[in-house]
C-alpha cells in the first residue's frame, strides 16, 4: 500500500519560512506527479504546487509564487516545499499528493495532512 506522510510542519512568524517534506512508501516516486494542496478552515481544498515526475516542471498558484519552491528527490522518495515569506493567509493544513494516469485510468494518493499556523 502506498502511504504518503508529510511532516515540518508547524508555528512560524509572518515573514518567516519552513520547509515541508513528504515521504513516501509503497510505491515508485518517479512515475508519479506530485503536488502539495492546502486546505484553511472554513475553505476548499486548493492546490499550491506540483511538480512534474522527472521534476523537470513545476506550477504554482498565483498566491504562493514568487515565495514557495517544490522539488523532488525520487532516490530518497521525498518531496519538498520550501515556504518563504509566510503570511497569515498561508495557514491551512498542507496535504501532499501523488497522481498518474495509465491508460485512461487515475491513480492518487494523499497524506494525512500536516498544520502549518502562520501569526501576524
Known amino acids: 500500500q502506498a502511504q504518503l506522510v508529510e511532516s515540518g510542519g508547524g508555528l512560524v512568524q509572518h515573514g518567516g519560512s519552513l520547509r515541508l517534506s513528504c515521504t513516501t512508501s509503497?510505491?515508485?516516486?518517479?512515475?508519479?506527479?506530485m503536488n502539495w494542496y492546502r486546505q484553511a478552515p472554513g475553505a476548499e481544498r486548493e492546490l499550491v504546487a506540483a511538480?512534474?515526475?522527472?521534476?523537470?516542471?513545476?506550477n504554482y498558484a498565483d498566491s504562493v509564487k514568487g515565495r514557495f519552491t517544490i522539488s523532488r528527490d525520487n532516490v530518497n522518495n521525498t518531496v519538498y516545499l520550501q515556504m518563504n515569506s509566510l503570511k497569515p493567509e498561508d495557514t491551512a493544513v498542507y496535504y501532499c499528493?501523488?497522481?498518474?494516469?495509465?491508460?485512461?485510468?487515475?491513480?492518487?494518493?494523499w497524506g494525512q495532512g500536516t498544520q502549518v499556523t502562520v501569526s501576524s
Open positions: 499528493h501523488a497522481d498518474r494516469t495509465v491508460m485512461h485510468k487515475y491513480f492518487e494518493y
Open positions: 509503497g510505491l515508485i516516486l518517479s512515475i508519479y506527479g
Open positions: 511538480i512534474s515526475s522527472s521534476g523537470g516542471t513545476t
